[in-house]
């Protein structure tokens, strides 16, 4: 069994139907398209699992 991925829902946002998140080095983000699962309360946070899109370790930006 895989680790999960998750990122808190901040971080994802759809765009004509399609969620993505902003990811990457500081400076070089991209939008990367992904696929969700299940959002989940961590320690009073939201956190979203992602199936697909990104991989372990990958940075995202979360929006403040």
């Known amino acids: ?25 500081a400076g070089k983000e991209a939008d990367r398209a992904v696929v969700t699962g299940e959002t989940t309360n961590v320690d009073g946070k939201a956190m979203t699992e992602i199936l697909t899109g990104l991989d372990a370790g990958d940075s995202v930006v979360v929006p403040q």
């Open 1 to 25: 069994e895989r680790e999960a991925i998750l990122v808190p829902l901040a971080a994802v946002f759809t765009r004509s139907g399609i969620d993505f998140v902003k990811a990457g080095e």
